[in-house]
Structures are given as C-alpha cells and as structure tokens.
C-alpha cells in the first residue's frame, strides 16, 4: 500500500478575517447611506429607518438594488462611495440576499465605507459563514424573523428596537 | 533484476516489448550486434524475462521509456556524453546499419517493418507517468495522504463532497482530464460564488475528475460553468437562495451523442454517465470552489434532488422537423450549446385522454399554472420537458414549437381579480393594483420546452422556475456554445 497525494479542489481561501474599516466616531456631519436591498417589504424598514435617523438629525440618502439575488451593481456601488461616508444595508431575510448583501457590505468597505448588515435572526449563521468564507469581520443587526408576513406597523417596531444597535455598530465609539 | 545506471558517453539503449512481433524479429540483429562488440542496453517494457539472455533489464515501471519519450518498440537510441544523437524506430534496416556502423547488419531481415506503439504512451498509463515522473504542471496544494488512509473517506472527510463518493483527484486523472480541453490549466474562468472565488481550468478539471466525468465531457462542463457565471444566470442567488432550484442543464448539439448521453428513456433520471456527471461536476464546482455548502450559505430550506446533478440532452434524432431549444434561443442546429436553467426538481404531467392540440394545449396548461402557487404569475419562469407521445399530438396537427408554446402562453391568461393577494380567500396573489388587468402566468421568453423522453408514455415534466426569474431582467437562463 502507498500513500496518495491529492489535489484541493478548494479556492485555497485564508481562514483569518480582515477586519472591518473602523467607522466615525460620531455621526456629526456624516451621510449615512440607506442601502435597500430590493427584498420584498425591505422598503417598509428602510422608510422607518430614514425617519429616525432624521429625528436624530443625521443625513440619510437611500439606495435600491434592482434584485436581492444579485451583488449590488457596480454604479450604486460606485454612487455610494462618492457621496456618503457610511452604509446601512437592510434587510436580508433570506439566504440569497445575505450572500449577496455580505458581499456589498465588505466591497463598500474595501473602498472605505464602513457599514452594517440589518438581518433577520434566521440568517445569523448564513452572515457570519459568508464573511468567515471571504475573510471579513463585517458587523451586523439582527431583527425578528420572519419579516414577509408582518404588517408595516410591526416593521416599524423592529426598526425602532434596533435602531440605536445600528448606530452603536457605524460609529467607533462602541468598538 | 537489473537497472539503468546513468548513461555515459556513448551508451546504446534499446526499449522493447515482449509482444512486440517487431521486436521479437530484431533479436538476430541484436545479437549480431553484441558479438560484434556493441554493448546495449536492452529495457523491457512488459515482460522482465524477455531477452534475459543478452543482459536485458526491465522497465516495468516505464520510468526510462517515459524519460526517453519512446513511441515505438523497438526503439533503438544512440546516447552521447551530452545527451541523444540518434534514434531508430521499429526495423528499419539502413537506419540501425548506420547508427550501429554495421553496414552488413541484418542482411537476412527485411527492409523494413513498423513498430508497435509504446507502452508508456497507452491512454492511462503515459498522464501516469507524467504524475509520477513528469512535470503535471497542477498548482492546486497538495493533500498528502498517509498510507494507511482511505482516499474515498480522505475526501469525506476533507469535505469536498456531495454526499455521495467521489473520484480522488489523483495528478493523473487531474492530467488526463485536462487533455478534454485545449485551454491553459490556469486560465481563470470566472469568480464562483457565493465566496466569488476564482476557478481556474485546473480547479475545474479536479471537480470534474471527483464527479466521474470523462475528459471527452469536460468542454461541456466549461461551458456550463461559464454559463453558470454569466451575471444574469444569477448564479450567486440561486445557490444561496431558501427556494428549491439548482441549475438544470440541457445540451444541444451533435456533441450529445458523441459523448452517449441520454435523451431518451428515464432522460431525467438514473444511469448515464455523462448526464450524471456533468451536473455533478457544475454542483462540485460551486461547492468546492465557491464555497456553497448546504447550512453554511446555501440556505435552501428544503433543496431538492437537482441540487445533485440536473443535466439532459434534448431529442433531435427522432423528430427532425422539431427545433431545438438551442435553435429557439438563436443558434444554428448542429451547435454544440449548453442551456441552464435555474429550475427545481420535476412535477409530473399525466394526460392520456387528450386527442387534440387544443385539448393538450389547455391541458398543459391547467398544470404549468400551479408552478410556484397557482395564484402567483410572471413570478417564475418554467421548463416543459414534452414527451415524444405528447409532442406527436402537436406534430400530427401540424404545430411547431413556436405555435404551442404561443398556444400555452395564451391558454395561461387569467383576469387579474381571481389572483390579487386575498381573492378567492388566499393570502398569496399578485398585487391588488392588478385587479382589473389580464395576466399572463409566465414571461412571454420565460417557458422553454424541451423535447425528451422515451418513445412511449403519455408523460410529460414541469420543472419549475426559481422564484429569482420575477425580476425579468436580472435573471434568465443562459445559453452558450460549447468550445471543442
């Protein structure tokens, strides 16, 4: 009997995750981008999310993917880091659209956007393998699951418990 | 058993073979040469106790045949200090007279007679060789096992698998794979999600070997992964997606049959090795390259049997008036094209009272509406897998695929008020802002037909569409020629 040598059919990726961009430390003059993610009913929560945020007097500017299956397109990408200082991304409730919001979420940081993902509880694991997978130690919120069958008022209530989460994770204070 | 030492100046080597008719004709010239003071290596390639008698050592393992890049038995190779400065293959009498300076050497053979082909180039056994000998040229890391492992459990254990055993990814078979493929092993194809890690040929080729292709399948195989990458086949959703669907893969083209694969009986079963093992190889690929792997980030919360293998060939052969789907999707017949499809596993459709295309037709249709939910339209796109008994309805009628699929498209138009959300006591529906319009269930390019299946049997399949085709324009199935 010999031994055998086989090949890795792996991508060979490394295991150890590169830290985030570190965030402002206040939210002071900074525009916060609201990320929509394209997802049914995810506008409903980004409708609520802008409006607190106004409360607090902080800028928001909204974006849209065209789909939740698809990494954000290169021109939103590109929108987002020449007129904002920080990204939002909300809200993945499923697997798809946690890959895919993952993978806007570390582009925008490689480009200087720091952020965090707005999740379902559901897709805690789908968030932390994704980022694990690519080598990321991204940062992220999570809301009740699920979120399709809610009325917006409850929407809205979801928003509201996590909101000062949200602000906790895109500033540095909190690091 | 003796062995080759290195070959000083002037060394003569001779490589043969024991069945070799040639080589057993060359023994009196042989000998004539070693009495007349010559010294020859003689290396055997099969048979250790061939040519004993004039010294002959073996070269089971075609380790010296591999080095000497022999072609033929007998090979007969003049060496100098600085390396090979003659050679002779098979009998060729004025050729050994001159290398050997014997310009009377075997006077009684005939002029001339061919060799036989070298061991060491055998299909199998030379990518061996280069394995073990040559310069295989894989990047991938090596995974050394020790030599009491299972190779089979080794790649359990290591993760690389479907759940099902696999081909250990041997340098040989890695070698033998890429020789399916005139592409340089390291070009990179594209990025695989979800991790959108880049493949390279080469990783391509160790996921086909682990699949159990053959390289006479591995162009197809490309080409479905480069479909599989295009950005609208939305690989990256529909691996990671809750929903059931994986990609389905129909081939075209006279390739089919060159490779044996089944578009006929059980054509979207069990049992051919290359429609198995194609759809394994895309699956692999996407699990070992990209990364997607069932609880991590493919989160599909039921799957379905397709997210093993899903590929088919369409029947052109027993209706050649029928266009195939690669034609419908604008290529010539007789492409070799590959179409993917992001689909789920099958439903069937039974229907053996309908007599008329317009019997068949509203038939048809009564089942493709339940795809997804019945009250849910231009949410999905759908696969008609039509059976030949099927299909010769339309066909004795006269209709071709461009009329039956505008007849099903037709028969599948409702009014929007028994879809909205809530109409006829259902949750689920279209949006109420639609109420007053007529619906069509599926985009006008979004169902394609395929025709397949065994001759008899009044049976044909659905295979549903990923909840992804909604988006019309961002996600749609993918044709693309296969490069030979």
Redesign the interface.
Same mark, same amino acid.
């Given at each position: 009997m010999t031994a055998t040598a086989l090949r890795d059919p792996t991508a060979e990726t490394a295991e150890v995750n590169r830290p985030r961009k570190p965030p402002p430390q206040s939210l002071d003059d900074k525009t916060v981008a609201l990320l929509d993610i394209g997802k049914m009913r995810g506008d409903e929560f980004v409708d609520r999310m802008e409006q607190l945020f106004a409360a607090r007097g902080i800028a928001t500017k909204r974006y849209k993917k065209p789909t939740n299956t698809r990494t954000a397109p290169v021109e939103i990408i590109q929108d987002i880091v020449s007129d904002v200082d920080i990204v939002v991304i909300a809200l993945s409730d499923c697997g798809s659209c946690t890959s895919c919001s993952t993978h806007d979420l570390n582009d925008l940081d490689q480009l200087g956007i720091p952020g965090v993902n707005v999740l379902t509880e559901e897709f805690r694991h789908a968030f932390e393998q994704q980022c694990s997978k690519i080598g990321f130690g991204g940062a992220s919120v999570y809301t009740p699951h699920p979120m399709q069958n809610r009325t917006t008022e409850q929407l809205h209530e979801f928003a509201d418990s996590v909101f000062e989460e949200i602000v906790a994770a895109i500033t540095s204070t909190n690091e | 058993m003796n062995t080759l030492a290195n070959p000083d100046s002037s060394t003569l080597l001779l490589f043969v073979k024991a069945e070799c008719e040639t080589c057993q004709l060359v023994v009196p010239a042989i000998e004539e040469s070693m009495n007349a003071g010559n010294t020859i290596e003689i290396l055997v390639q099969d048979d250790a106790s061939f040519l004993n008698e004039l010294g002959s050592i073996s070269d089971l393992a075609l380790e010296e045949s591999f080095r000497w890049d022999v072609e033929t038995t007998p090979t007969l190779i003049h060496v100098g200090a600085d390396g090979e400065l003659a050679r002779v293959e098979g009998w060729d009498r004025e050729g050994w007279q001159r290398l050997l300076n014997m310009p009377t050497l075997g006077s009684d053979l005939p002029e001339f007679q061919p060799g036989c082909g070298s061991k060491s180039r055998e299909p199998g056994i030379h990518e061996t060789l280069i394995a073990e000998y040559g310069e295989p040229g894989?990047c +991938?890391? =090596?995974?050394?096992?020790? =030599?009491?492992?299972d190779?089979m459990e +080794?790649?359990f254990e290591h993760g690389?698998t479907d759940g099902l055993p696999v081909t250990? !990814? @041997?340098?040989a078979r890695?070698v033998r794979m890429l020789q399916g493929t005139r592409r340089d092993s390291q070009e990179v194809i594209g990025k695989? !999600? !979800?991790?959108?890690?880049?493949?390279t040929v080469e =990783?391509a080729a160790?996921?086909a070997v682990?699949a159990g292709c053959k390289p006479e399948y591995f162009p197809v195989v490309l080409a479905a992964l480069e479909a599989a990458l295009e !950005?609208v086949f @939305?690989m990256? *959703?529909?691996?990671? @997606? @809750?929903c059931f669907s994986s990609p389905v893969i129909v081939v075209n083209g006279p390739i089919a049959k060159q490779i044996g694969m089944n578009w006929g009986m059980n054509v979207l079963g069990q049992g051919n090795r290359a429609n198995a093992t194609i759809g394994r190889a895309l699956q692999?690929i996407i699990r070992?390259? *990209? *990364?997607g792997i069932p609880g991590?980030?493919?989160?599909?919360t039921l799957g379905g049997p397709g997210k093993f293998t899903f590929c088919f060939a369409e029947d052109e052969y027993s209706d050649p008036e029928w266009e195939p789907l690669s034609v419908s999707r604008g290529f010539e017949r007789g492409q070799n094209t590959v179409t993917l499809f992001q689909g789920d596993g099958i439903q069937g459709f039974i229907d053996q009272r309908s007599r008329t295309p317009e019997e068949l037709t509203k038939s048809l249709a009564m089942s493709l509406l339940a795809v997804g939910h019945v009250k849910l339209a231009e949410f999905t796109n759908a696969m008609l897998v039509i059976s030949p008994e099927h299909h010769s309805i339309y066909k004795d009628a006269g209709w071709n695929r461009k009329k039956i699929t505008d007849a099903l498209h037709a028969a599948m138009r409702r009014p929007g008020s028994e879809l909205i959300e809530g109409a006829q006591g259902v949750g689920e529906g279209v949006v109420a802002s639609r109420e007053s319009e007529t619906i069509n269930k599926f985009w006008p390019e979004g169902l394609l037909i395929v025709r397949a299946g065994g001759q008899a049997g009044l049976y044909s399949a659905i295979c549903a569409g990923w909840t *992804?085709g909604r988006?019309r324009?961002? +996600?749609q199935p993918v044709t693309r020629e296969i490069k030979l």
């Open positions: - | 894989i +991938s890391r =090596k995974v050394e096992l020790d =030599k009491w492992d190779e +080794s790649c690389w250990p !990814p @041997t340098d890695i695989v !999600p !979800p991790n959108l890690a880049p493949v =990783k160790i996921n682990m !950005p @939305t990256h *959703g529909l691996l990671c @997606t @809750t692999l070992n390259v *990209g *990364g991590e980030l493919d989160r599909s *992804g988006f324009d961002q +996600s």
